[in-house]
């Protein structure tokens, strides 16, 4: 009987010890992708939209950012209720497709030092989503468009997201 026991504490032991190195695991290929993204879109907002200056900070334009990115995880690195998800991609939905631009304006300052003016109202979120309609999806040239109050980003058309791998 206490070899039993040895044998499930160490199985359960040695479970639980994978299953968070799979968490800690994708949560760092997701950071790699945030990284890598928010270093793009910087970039591509110095090089695109006149009026930003030398800090990137957009001079009176509201910045909203349509869409969301998943990262690319592969079957070791699934995303559990914490870890593995995007800022990219956290409260992006169909019904309100910038949801996520709080987030990505966070990691954009977080990661980049760059501080964009995300406090768009609903009126702005409806326009950027039509907007978007015509626009081509991130990183793709004509997927930055600025109107005169305004900066659209389009990292996804807008559709539902796929369905999560909870596990």
Same mark, same amino acid.
């Given at each position: ?11 359960v032991?040695?479970?639980q010890v994978?299953y ?5 695991s994708a949560d760092q290929v997701?950071?790699?992708?945030? !990284?890598?993204?928010?270093d793009q879109i910087?970039?591509a907002?110095?090089r695109e939209?006149?009026g930003?200056d ?6 009176d *334009?509201k910045?909203?950012?349509?869409g969301?990115?998943?990262p690319?995880l592969? =079957?070791l ?5 914490m870890y593995g998800w995007?800022?990219f991609e ?7 497709p910038a949801g996520a631009?709080?987030?990505?304006a966070?990691?954009l300052?977080?990661h980049?030092?760059?501080?964009l003016?995300?406090?768009y ?10 907007? =978007? ?10 997927s930055?468009?600025?109107? *005169?109050?305004?900066v659209?980003?389009?990292? =996804?058309?807008?559709t539902e997201?796929? !369905?999560v791998?909870?596990?």
């Amino acid at each position: 009987m206490g070899n039993v026991v040895i044998l499930l504490v160490i199985a359960v032991t040695g479970g639980q010890v994978c299953y968070n190195i799979r968490m800690h695991s994708a949560d760092q290929v997701r950071y790699e992708q945030d !990284a890598l993204l928010a270093d793009q879109i910087t970039d591509a907002l110095k090089r695109e939209i006149p009026g930003v200056d030398a800090e990137g900070d957009p001079v009176d *334009k509201k910045v909203v950012f349509i869409g969301y990115r998943q990262p690319q995880l592969n =079957s070791l690195n699934r995303r559990t209720e914490m870890y593995g998800w995007s800022f990219f991609e956290w409260d992006y939905t169909r019904e309100h497709p910038a949801g996520a631009t709080h987030r990505i304006a966070g990691i954009l300052e977080a990661h980049n030092g760059v501080h964009l003016d995300d406090g768009y109202s609903e009126e702005m979120e409806y326009k950027a989503a039509a907007l =978007s309609e015509d626009m081509t999806v991130f990183p793709a040239e004509g997927s930055i468009v600025e109107e *005169k109050d305004l900066v659209v980003v389009k990292l =996804s058309e807008i559709t539902e997201r796929p !369905a999560v791998d909870w596990w």
